[in-house]
């Protein structure tokens, strides 16, 4: 007996699910790299590409995945011997400080959780320790993919400002650009780095990185820069050479008409619509904790991001669960990874999702709990559906107006 039909429902943090119009932008005759309309798509990109950072800096646009963008960032700022500052909270900072040291660098880890977000008051220990300012970039993710935390970037930035120290601050943007606010000048972010394939609703293959004057000051004698991923070479005049070779021409299809949508709904209101889903799917599964099975991994509530729900589950195995419902239902959710490998499933709200996706995806988890016999509270999805009705109020397109305002 199956359910599945049609198309899955991809609910994994990562790639997400990519919108019908981007698909089709990209569905189209391949076009002159050297000459006519291409030339002003890669500049209305890169300037787009930095509005959606938030930056008055320079934005760069890789034909790589997040961890081409990683390299790209380290080889441009840093140097062989450098030492950079890792802060943890779960997987990938420590994963991007790894391939630093691979690269040469001096690697120190500011030892977090996977289950809280950094400390803000602990970097600034961290910071003013360091007397001789031998700390030369900060690494961190804004969300962490793995653990499903939030960190509070500003506060890590002011930190920083508080020790008095000029490290560097990098930040990985992948699971978090484009759904949850990311203000790089106003927070004081010198680089920031990101992919195409979570919340800016494209395929895989496109990496970007935004970098302030003081990111590109350090450029300057960084000596980990290498031909492809180098800023100097794609700064220059030539079309070609901004991608060091052929432009990744149907990506760039794609991408124009990814943030057109992401524009034409308002940033703030896709923010709005993370936080809304996010807060639903966190409203069903505290419910469901009531059957001690499961919990969030997070355990701050305002330390849970709004892209993705990571769920321990102490009563059952998460990798059956998650199979009863990509087998019976096509819904494809997150597995745990790192340490919660096998420990947890994970919920993605990230990138082109609506009210109906979430609920369905949320509803197919609600079913397997009670199918599997795995003790849960009841009716979560119901806590979901009626707080969400509350939030959207009785008046047909209201919440839209009011972003549009
Ligand atoms: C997915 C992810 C990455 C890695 O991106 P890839 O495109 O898989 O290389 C890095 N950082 C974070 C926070 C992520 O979620």
Redesign the pocket.
């Known amino acids: 007996m199956t359910l599945r039909a049609g198309r899955d429902f991809l609910a994994i943090?990562?790639p997400t699910t990519v919108p019908d119009e981007v698909l089709r932008a990209m569905h189209r005759p391949a076009v002159d790299i050297y000459d006519g309309p291409l030339l002003d798509l890669t500049a209305s990109l890169h300037r787009d590409i930095a509005r959606v950072f938030s930056t008055k800096g320079h934005a760069y646009l890789y034909i790589a995945?997040?961890?081409?963008a990683?390299e790209a960032s380290l080889t441009n700022v840093l140097s062989r011997g450098d030492k950079i500052l890792v802060l943890e909270s779960g997987r990938?900072a420590v994963?991007?400080g790894e391939y630093a040291r691979r690269l040469g660098v001096e690697v120190e880890i500011l030892k977090g959780d996977i289950r809280r977000a950094v400390r803000p008051a602990e970097v600034e220990a961290r910071l003013k320790s360091d007397k001789g300012g031998s700390i030369k970039a900060i690494l961190v993710?804004q969300?962490?993919?793995a653990s499903g935390v939030v960190n509070d970037i500003a506060a890590i930035s002011q930190a920083r400002r508080a020790a008095g120290h000029d490290a560097l601050l990098m930040v990985?943007a992948?699971?978090s650009l484009g759904c949850m606010p990311f203000e790089m000048d106003a927070w004081g972010v010198d680089l920031a780095m990101a992919?195409s394939?979570?919340g800016l609703m494209m395929p895989?293959g496109l990496g970007f990185v935004a970098a302030n004057d003081r990111a590109r000051h350090a450029h300057r004698t960084a000596d980990l820069r290498t031909p492809y991923w180098d800023w100097t070479e794609r700064e220059s005049e030539g079309h070609y050479l901004k991608y060091a070779g052929t432009p990744p021409q149907h990506l760039l299809f794609g991408l124009r008409q990814a943030l057109d949508l992401l524009f034409e709904e308002g940033m703030e209101n896709a923010f709005r619509r993370h936080r809304l889903l996010a807060e639903a799917t966190r409203r069903a599964v505290a419910v469901w904790s009531e059957g001690q099975a499961l919990t969030f991994n997070i355990s701050a509530p305002e330390e849970r991001c709004d892209t993705v729900s990571v769920v321990l589950t102490p009563g059952f195995d998460a990798e059956a669960l998650r199979t009863w419902c990509r087998e019976n239902c096509g819904v494809i959710i997150g597995h745990g990874i790192g340490d919660l490998s096998g420990k947890a499933f994970r919920i993605a709200h990230m990138g082109h999702v609506n009210a109906p996706m979430l609920l369905g995806t949320i509803g197919v988890i609600e079913m397997a709990l009670g199918a599997m016999g795995i003790p849960h509270g009841a009716a979560g999805v119901q806590e979901a559906i009626a707080w969400l009705g509350q939030q959207v109020g009785p008046t047909a397109g209201a919440m839209t107006a009011t972003a549009k305002r």
């Open positions: 943090p990562g995945n997040g961890h081409g990683w990938f994963g991007w993710t969300v962490d993919t990985d992948v699971a992919g394939q979570k895989p």
